[in-house]
């Protein structure tokens, strides 16, 4: 094709991506063009159905990614799921609504990202936020809020369905949980998040379809003349001019469209948006990476940054499910988020100190798998925080939630701060091969441990009244399967054989300080280059104790504030 020209280039028009290339094409003086593998969305109903949650799964608007047999969590492999859609994971994900803890993003500053911390994203989260307050008949529901934490007026949609579930449930819960001394929290989004809680989704209450990225930050928007969109068409690798101070410099991206092979170049930047499972990996294809790896497969070493593709950090997810003595219907939005205290009562200060005396072991461990490429120390440093998360600031460890549809009452449930740690990696210099995924789900006794004991903590919420009065027969795990004194081993190989990706990876192109193994910097910029981000999940440093969307959302909002900041004088 012929040769295509703009000033800012974004890889992905996915979550993140659309937030960027939205915000940038605000400044009336410059193009944005997005490069997006899949297509449009709009009129897909396995997309727009608030109630088809799984209905797109499989089918050709989803990655669905493999990861390598898992060694410690049942010898299999797992599907990591994602979108391929303008839009992308936003399209097709569980729409929850939930942000983080404070001193959880916090915990971004004090690892040597300056300015990003929860005072400085909150105005992003509230910047991106459309709430829709909600009736009165949703609040007899159990929609609950406090209008303070909330924006009114950013683009995205944000509250609770159409059909909430009947409003009898949310009290049987709420009794229940404060039985087992979790209490109940009105508002998760406000940055502290243990308890029992209503939360709003991304959806369009009055049209009664799903709120996803393109429809928020994307189609009001794409009569504007500086917006291009680049759709079905691959980004492969990034082309490179000479370097300019010692830094590479990136003038556009080698894609693969429709009309074959072309450069999409970029006078200004190149944006990485291509998601966790991606970015890193286009950056490998790129030439930014481990040498020991960009070597094996004959790319030439642009920018030796060992750490792009490790770090990589998802959660993983059962459920259990009982039969329902009622017929409900409406689209749920309970969950309660448990500490680890309260889940593991009068024995968690032992957890506690056993989980401590192993940080060492679990920093050696990964750093090895590693082949030394993150340092023991960073690991080292990054649990001990992730330790005190847990058991001095007593964050959420689980979230659990619940599913009262029809005839059955089920659950899912995720530890959400688990230790164990991978990696993506290339395993050839061929864009259209797939890489290497290795989250090493159960790594560590103790994530395992978690999973397993998470699971006995729900089936004694609805063993306990007045919950225990409106559900029958277990169906998961059963008690044929799994006895009610049951040893942890036999809860343990259930946890592993029915597990599944939470689908919420994090960190393989982590926002730190280059000699703590950082990948971006900052203003996730890629260190050793002059004019390349990453703005997606990748940058996330560490889990969170939210949903992925909403915080993803705020930091590419931040960010987009940050690059405009460099053009605007
Ligand atoms: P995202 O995946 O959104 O965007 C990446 C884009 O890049 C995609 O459009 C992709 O097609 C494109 N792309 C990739 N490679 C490319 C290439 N080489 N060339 C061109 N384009 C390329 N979160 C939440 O808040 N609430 C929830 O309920 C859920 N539930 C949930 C369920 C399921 C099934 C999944 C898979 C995920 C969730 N999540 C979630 C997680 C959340 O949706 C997810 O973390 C974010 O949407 C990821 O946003 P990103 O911007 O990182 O990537």
């Known amino acids: 094709g012929s040769a295509s020209r703009y000033d800012f280039v974004i890889v992905g028009g996915g979550t993140s991506g659309l937030v960027v290339a939205n915000r940038l094409s605000e400044m009336k003086g410059y193009t944005v063009a997005v490069i997006e593998a899949g297509d449009s969305v709009f009129g897909n109903a396995n997309v727009t159905d608030v109630t088809g949650y799984g209905r797109s799964f499989g089918t050709k608007i989803d990655w669905a990614y493999l990861t390598e047999n898992q060694t410690y969590a049942g010898g299999k492999q797992q599907i990591m799921r994602a979108g391929k859609a303008i839009g992308g994971t936003s399209a097709i994900n569980g729409m929850s609504y939930t942000r983080a803890e404070t001193v959880q993003i916090d915990l971004w500053e004090k690892v040597g990202n300056k300015g990003w911390n929860w005072r400085t994203l909150f105005p992003y989260y509230q910047k991106s936020e459309g709430f829709q307050v909600p009736t009165s008949d949703k609040i007899g529901d159990g929609a609950d809020y406090y209008i303070g934490y909330h924006g009114e007026r950013g683009p995205l949609k944000v509250g609770w369905p159409k059909m909430m579930t009947n409003g009898s449930v949310l009290p049987i819960l709420d009794e229940t949980f404060s039985e087992l001394g979790v209490p109940y929290n009105r508002d998760v989004n406000g940055g502290n998040m243990v308890g029992l809680t209503s939360h709003p989704n991304t959806v369009d209450r009055d049209a009664n379809i799903r709120e996803d990225a393109a429809r928020a930050y994307f189609w009001p928007f794409e009569n504007r003349h500086n917006l291009k969109i680049i759709s079905n068409t691959l980004a492969k690798k990034i082309v490179w001019d000479n370097n300019s101070d010692d830094l590479a410099v990136a003038i556009g991206v080698e894609v693969t469209g429709p009309d074959g092979n072309e450069v999409i170049y970029a006078s200004k930047e190149v944006i990485l948006s291509a998601g966790s499972l991606k970015s890193s990996v286009i950056l490998e294809l790129s030439g930014i990476g481990n040498p020991d790896i960009l070597d094996k497969h004959n790319i030439p070493v642009k920018v030796n940054l060992p750490t792009v593709g490790e770090n990589l950090q998802d959660q993983t997810n059962n459920g259990l499910s009982y039969a329902g003595e009622e017929f409900w219907i409406g689209g749920p939005t309970f969950s309660a988020l448990p500490s680890a205290e309260q889940i593991y009562g009068n024995r968690v200060s032992g957890i506690a100190s056993s989980i401590k005396s192993s940080l060492e072991d679990y920093a050696k461990a990964v750093s090895n798998s590693s082949n030394g490429a993150v340092q023991e120390a960073h690991l080292l440093e990054a649990f001990q925080l992730q330790h005190d998360l847990i058991f001095k600031s007593r964050v ?122 950082g990948v971006v910097s900052p203003e996730l910029k890629v260190y050793g280059t002059k004019n390349v981000r990453v703005i997606d999940a990748s940058v996330l440093p560490f889990q969170l104790c939210g949903h992925l969307t909403s915080t993803l959302y705020a930091v590419a909002e931040m960010a987009s504030d940050l690059i405009k900041k460099r053009y605007i004088f």
């Open 396 to 517: 959420p460890y689980a979230e659990i939630v619940f599913l009262p549809i029809g005839h059955s009452f089920s659950s899912e449930y995720w530890p959400l701060l688990p230790f164990s740690r991978g990696s993506i990696h290339i395993q050839s210099a061929d864009s259209f091969k797939p890489a290497s995924i290795n989250p090493n789900y159960f790594r560590f006794e103790q994530d395992l441990d978690a999973q397993a004991e998470m699971a006995k903590f729900i089936r004694k919420a609805f063993g306990t009244a007045p919950l225990s009065q409106f559900v029958g027969e277990e169906f998961a795990p059963g008690l044929d399967r799994v006895s009610e004194n049951a040893s942890d081993s036999t809860w343990r190989s259930w946890v592993k054989s029915n597990y599944r990706s939470n689908f919420h990876p994090v960190g393989t192109a982590s926002m730190l300080p280059r000699d703590k193994g």
